[in-house]
């Protein structure tokens, strides 16, 4: 009989602690409602005493997303605890989750605690916890590098004390394979009442091994996973959501165990959460790497036009990566339009949802074929132009280059409602388009990063800019779409110099 695996996802806590990849409250609610329908089993939607944002975050995905448990992180401090309820009270199935670090090195150099103070401590939070909720996960922080006898003897403790579930953390990525899966069938075997809670495990990636150790853990007898969408968190991120899932259903054949995820909901997520953090999946990257069901050599391609299985070991659309998306063209109706949103994580109102759809039209009226990208690019710029207050609208841009002429940019931006108009030069005409509308606004940002993408083959693809501006600690990324690049930088600079305004009247104050 197979067995099953929990699947708790930290995309929008530990993710969320990726370099450069804070997420807005809205943003955090609609990853969430895309991680419902990928049915994880757990979502943990913050770490509550962090940050009025994080609050409002597990407070509204507790009463906003249906299905999953919904967790909050808090140290193993009395506050922390007590908000981590605050903001779960809504939640039908609450969980709070508090960890101390149980290694010596963090425990001497950090924590300044004794072995026996950190046990204590362990312990009185999570009786605390259970206090407010049945369901209390705990983690000895740095796991991997505690030593063996003390670790048992805390985890055993806080199972007496009600933890249902005990997380061993593999915090900075240090541990292999091998000795990952002993450290589990250790606990099995060590800690007398471990039959009273679900081991779950939480690997980071500093030596690429997030995901092995995962699945060593598994074989181990660990029955939860927690893991991110692509991969994203702290440092080198974790455990990978996707390649977990979708090892465990492929071989399932020698494992035996099963996630219950939605497997067709896991490449619109990846999209989703690429498209908020502004984190790109890298090409070749496992299971949504643009690049992972694409088959260059000759040999190959002979074999899979024969039969798919030569080559093919997960069937693409067995993670939503749907080739039906050439069909969305000019005959398609507002319903399919709607339907293949919804697809892609997007639940628009219907003010916006008309909006995108003109805009769709407009596009398919230019297009052969209109992709899933380009969907996405439509539905981000109006939900970008609605989230965030918009201080400078691009109207109007007009810019002359070539072999013979000094790239020349007229821009017409409103400020404030302003109407404005200036002229300027560059190095190239994207150089003049900027440093015109940096004249313009008055901005002190450096662009730190700028890319193009053709998000669609062809030559009448829509190009996506995104770049990436800073402002003093301010860091913002900024997306514009267009059939013409030029326009595409245009919108991308004037959206992230939006964001930056917003940016600099919300300073976001987080305590750790
Ligand atoms: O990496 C880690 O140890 C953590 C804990 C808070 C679970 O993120
Ligand atoms: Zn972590």
Known sequence: MTDFVKIFDTTLRDGEQSPGASMNVEEKVRIAKQLARLDVDVIEAGFAISSPGDFEAVRRISHEVEGPVVCSLARAKPEDVDKAYEALKGAPKPRIHTFISTSDIHLKHQFRMTREEAKKRAVEMVSRAKGYVDDVEFSPMDASRSERGY??????????????????????GYAIPTEFGELISGIKK?????????????????????????LAAVMNGARQVECTINGIGERAGNASLEEIVMILRTRRDILNIDTKIITEHIHPTSRLVSS?????????????GDNAFAHESGIHQDGLLKDKTTYEIIKPESIGLSRSTLVMGKHSGRHAFKARLKELGYELSDENLNKAFEKFKVLADQKKEVFDEDIEAIVAEEILRIEIPERFRLDKLSVASGTETVPTAT???????KQEKETGTGDGPVDAVYKTIAKMT???????????????????????????????DHIVLGQGAHTDIIVASARAYVNALNKLEHKKKERKERVV
């Open 276 to 288: 908020i953090t502004g984190i790109m999946v890298q090409p070749n990257k496992a299971i949504v």
């Open 411 to 417: 821009v017409e931006i409103a400020i404030d409602g």
């Open 151 to 172: 670790l048992y003897e805390v985890i055993e403790a806080v199972i007496a004390a009600g933890a249902t579930t005990v997380n061993i953390p593999d915090t900075v």
């Open 190 to 214: 060590n800690v007398s009442n471990i039959d009273k809670a679900v081991i779950s495990v939480h690997c980071h990636n500093d030596l690429g091994l997030a995901v092995a150790n995962s």
């Open 442 to 472: 008055g901005t002190k940002s450096k662009l730190l990063r700028y890319s193009v993408n053709a998000i669609t083959g062809g030559t009448d693809a829509q190009g996506e800019v995104t770049v990436r501006l800073q402002e003093n």
